[in-house]
T-cell receptor, first 117, second 116 residues
Framework: GAVVSQHPSRVICKSGTSVKIECRSL??????MFWYRQFPKQSLMLMAT?????????EQGVEKDKFLINHASLTLSTLTVTSAHPEDSSFYIC?????????????FGSGTRLTVV | DQQVKQNSPSLSVQEGRISILNCDYT??????FLWYKKYPAEGPTFLIS?????DKNEDGRFTVFLNKSAKHLSLHIVPSQPGDSAVYFC???????????????FGKGTLLTVNP
């Protein structure tokens, strides 16, 4: 089955530093990758959508200069949280989608718990 | 504005009984619905989906029912097993959501606990 590997699973960083989170589709080519953020007891909030080789599309209210998304290949997308602050502490999850038809599923990574101190 | 609502934050059922998880939506443009199961510190895993042209889809112990007029869907798990204990998310998308990207809109989730 489709597997998406997300690293790191947990990271603690100092305020003001940047953190990069990787999302890889291991056995399929992901035409689209999505990045979500989840606060405790809240739903997964879509941050941005990226297609390989093109700029990411950010959701309203998400700072594109703060959350840099790169989708350089069909199997790798990265999210970089720049100049992280404590309020950026959250659970970040990526999702990869195969193909273009509605029936193709979305496979999620295992998530990254970011703590900014 | 929450377009997908799961009004029950938690549900507790006995092993062997039926679990019914509910989901309501407000956007009439949604035409594809999915249910995901999520364990703590893990990403969601896909369970079952349904297109708006259907009112029922079944896969083993899992059945999803869709009532378009009421903008309501439900996930039935029968018989429930302790291993089903997890957070269940309802998600929806529209044909016109992000063009061919089909963005998903999630509910807040319902924590299901199946007691032995």
């Amino acid at each position: 089955g489709a597997v998406v590997s997300q690293h790191p699973s947990r990271v603690i960083c100092k305020s003001g530093t940047s953190v990069k989170i990787e999302c890889r589709s291991l056995d399929f080519q992901a035409t689209t990758m999505f990045w979500y953020r989840q606060f405790p007891k809240q739903s997964l909030m879509l941050m941005a959508t990226s297609n390989e080789g093109s700029k990411a599309t950010y959701e309203q209210g998400v700072e594109k200069d703060k959350f840099l998304i790169n989708h350089a290949s069909l199997t790798l997308s990265t999210l970089t949280v720049t100049s992280a602050h404590p309020e950026d502490s959250s659970f970040y999850i990526c999702s990869a989608r195969r193909g273009w038809r509605r029936g193709h599923g979305y496979t999620f990574g295992s998530g990254t718990r970011l703590t900014v101190v | 504005d929450q377009q997908v609502k799961q009004n029950s934050p938690s549900l507790s059922v006995q092993e062997g009984r039926i679990s019914i998880l509910n989901c309501d939506y407000t956007n009439s443009m949604f035409d594809y619905f999915l249910w995901y199961k999520k364990y703590p510190a893990e990403g969601p895993t896909f369970l079952i989906s349904i297109s708006s042209i259907k009112d029922k889809n079944e896969d083993g112990r899992f059945t999803v029912f869709l009532n378009k007029s009421a903008k309501h869907l439900s996930l039935h798990i029968v018989p429930s097993q302790p291993g089903d204990s997890a957070v269940y998310f309802c998600a929806a998308s529209t044909t016109n959501s992000g063009g061919s990207n089909y963005k998903l809109t999630f509910g807040k989730g319902t924590l299901l606990t199946v007691n032995p």
